[in-house]
């Protein structure tokens, strides 16, 4: 779930050009509000209400490993656009 919640991020910039991909995002509230509305329903779903989604709660250790791979997504994205792409598929 984080994985994907933070690859909205690497989304947000798809050049090569640009690697910042927090760029400009304090003019744009509302991509604010749905992401952090995101996060806030995934925190909860898993966190406190597992039964209406039939899903297992886990332990803060095993959140905390599962946000640190989002934040790793964010590190492969700047790589991946910083990577050498043939000009035929750009």
């Known amino acids: 779930m984080y994985m994907n919640l ?15 991909f927090l760029a400009n995002i304090q003019n744009n509230l509302l991509y604010i509000l749905i992401v952090a509305s995101e996060f806030l329903v995934v925190f909860v779903m898993t966190h406190y209400n597992p039964d209406m989604f039939s899903i297992k709660q886990i332990p803060g250790w095993q959140h905390w490993i599962a946000f640190t791979f989002g934040v790793i997504s964010l590190g492969v994205g700047a790589g991946l656009r910083k990577a050498v792409i043939p000009k035929k598929f750009s």
């Open 6 to 20: 933070f690859n909205q991020f690497n989304a947000r910039k798809v050049s090569d050009e640009e690697m910042n």
